[in-house]
């Protein structure tokens, strides 16, 4: 496995703990960071290491880079994921991935005409845990998996500003934390679903602040999902068969193990060897994948199928953002 020399655009929070996270882990190295702000760049770097530059173009441009990290907000990820395929560079790109679907397939367009590898940042679907609970679903573990309910929220407040609150710019539960449960209900079903429904509460400013959403996918399974940036919500994922269930109480941080209830027996512990760190982890995948392109636990297909998705969710509930052709 290759060891990457890394640059990050947008030293905001996010970003701290992929930098924090690839420190930790032993496939890069931190080189460079972008930022609109030369100080912020700078003060990033005095941390966690590199060359803070007060430009994305100048951190692109840092020799020897070989992957980029996008911690930028939503509504850039497009743009920066085009700049950094030109500039050939591996794109580990922060969820959700765009806007929009119609953005998504324009932009990994660009992606697969320079031929450098993408993945978008969903830290848990790489994870050792995540791929177990899938694989015993396949397995066919609880029988025929007919439901799943799922759950992220947090309670940020309503004095809370910054571009999650702007309707327009994808703020909002469903894309901030509700792409969660929407990514891994999609997982679980192994397909795309045929129904798509949401309804929530949009604020003045135009974003959902707390919401609740329904799939259906072709196989007969349902999941039902609840969203929320103001209330904390319990945060856990449940798969339910005709022969048993599977609770998963973190499955967004997989900080717990598993748990697999089948008819008649004990329920049974589900555990992994894990990551130290899932930030830093995704940074591993995409060394072990460099050359594929892709990697197999976070495709590029699966990118668009979660944005169509959400695509499909928004336009149930009316939630209208930039560029939208709807």
């Known amino acids: 496995m290759t060891k990457l020399n890394w640059a990050i655009l947008g030293p905001g929070s996010i970003s701290r703990k992929f930098a924090a996270g690839l420190r930790a882990c032993d496939s890069g190295n931190l080189v ?30 840092h020799p020897g880079v070989d992957a980029v990290y996008i911690g930028l907000p939503h509504h850039v990820h497009a743009e920066a994921t085009v700049w950094c395929a030109q500039a050939g560079k591996a794109v580990l790109c922060e969820k959700p991935f765009t806007l929009n679907a119609e953005e998504a397939r324009g932009a990994l367009a660009e992606v697969e005409r320079c031929g450098v590898f993408f993945m978008e940042a969903w830290m848990y679907r790489s994870h050792p845990l995540t791929l177990r609970v899938a694989e015993l679903v396949r397995e066919g573990a609880i029988g025929t998996p007919r ?46 679903p045929e129904r798509a429904e949401y309804v929530c509460e949009i604020t003045a400013a135009g974003y959902d602040a707390v919401g609740a959403g329904l799939l259906e996918f072709p196989s007969g399974l349902r999941a039902s999902f609840q969203t929320a940036i ?13 022969e ?4 998963v109480p973190s499955p967004w941080f997989c900080g717990e193990p598993a748990v697999l209830h089948r008819r008649g027996r004990e329920p049974e512990p589900v555990r992994v060897e894990g990551p130290a760190d899932l930030w830093g982890h995704q940074a591993t995948v995409v060394a072990q994948y460099l050359d594929q392109r892709e990697s197999p636990t976070m495709s590029k297909a699966d990118t668009l199928g979660n944005m169509a998705t959400l695509d499909a969710l928004r336009r149930s509930a009316g939630l209208r953002f930039r560029g939208d052709a709807w």
């Open 147 to 192: 439901m799943v309910e799922a759950s992220f929220g947090f309670q940020a407040g309503r004095e809370w500003t910054n571009f999650r609150t702007v309707g327009e710019l994808g703020g909002g539960a469903l894309m901030d934390v509700g792409s969660y449960p929407v990514s891994f209900s999609r997982l679980i079903a192994g397909c795309e």
């Open 244 to 247: 048993g269930r599977i609770e």
């Open 32 to 61: 460079a960071v972008g930022s609109r702000d030369a100080e912020r760049a700078a003060t990033f770097c005095n941390e966690f290491g590199g060359t803070g530059y007060g430009s994305y173009a100048e951190a692109l441009a």
């Open 230 to 242: 103001h209330l904390d919500l319990r945060n856990q994922a449940v798969v339910c068969g005709d």
